[in-house]
């Protein structure tokens, strides 16, 4: 059973341009969480999916950036018109539904703005 | 969710036991306490969790105090590999909710 995939791994952009970040749960996982580390900094929740919709997005900035899960494909965080301070790893994880108590985390995309 | 306290560094001789605390006095009822590890630059790893019980699996041992105020993550053997950042994190059972990581601990196994 392949784990959680993330994609691409390194990411680089410069300001102003848009950046996706691709994440493949793990089989049988309907729940996706992003999560934001900064360097030198603690991991961030970000934003938690189900399929099709957003259940808490508490952790997202509140411009240029979005995520959806759909109903066929990877959850996608989108960042539009990236700065600087976006630099990051992104991580994603996912597990199988409420009432499951772990999460599976991908390896991560460093996306560097340049 | 509780907050919880842990030491910011620790070390550990290679072969050793690894003994983590993690102070969590505010913990509720219904909530778990579970133990995540970040080595470096990787993506974080699921170690174990548990409600009031002592809990083993292949990796680690995990236990709780009877108030529940603090428990103690164990390595029995550690190794260089297990050098990581490892999080407690206290939250409630049963529900789909993110998780929310303090700055954990960071130990290092010397050779």
């Known amino acids: 059973n392949a784990g959680v995939m993330q994609n691409p791994r390194h990411l680089v952009r410069r300001r102003g341009q848009e950046a996706r970040l691709r994440c493949s749960p793990m089989k049988g996982h309907s729940h996706v969480y992003w999560y934001r580390q900064l360097p030198e900094e603690g991991l961030k929740f970000m934003v938690y999916l189900q399929k099709e919709n957003i259940i808490d997005e508490s952790g997202m900035p509140k411009e240029r950036f979005s995520a959806e899960f759909p109903k066929e494909g990877p959850s996608i965080l989108r960042i539009q018109q990236v700065v600087r301070g976006d630099s990051a790893a992104y991580f994603c994880?996912?597990?199988?539904?409420?009432?499951?108590?772990?999460?599976?985390f991908g390896p991560g995309t460093r996306l560097t703005v340049t | 969710d509780a907050k919880t306290t842990q030491p910011p560094s620790m070390d550990c001789a290679e072969g050793r036991a690894a003994n983590l605390p993690c102070n969590h006095s505010t913990i509720s009822g219904n909530e778990y306490v579970y133990w995540y590890r970040q080595i470096h630059s990787q993506g974080p790893q699921y170690i174990i969790h548990g409600l009031k019980n002592n809990e083993t699996n292949e990796m680690a041992s995990l236990i709780i105090t009877e108030d529940r105020k603090s428990s103690t993550l164990i390595l029995p053997h550690a190794t260089l590999r297990d050098t990581a950042v490892y999080y407690c994190?206290?939250?409630?059972?049963?529900?789909?909710?993110?998780?929310?990581f303090g700055s954990g601990t960071q130990l290092t196994v010397l050779p």
């Open positions: 994190i206290v939250r409630v059972a049963g529900s789909a909710r993110q998780l929310t």
């Open positions: 994880a996912s597990s199988p539904g409420a009432g499951s108590e772990e999460q599976y």
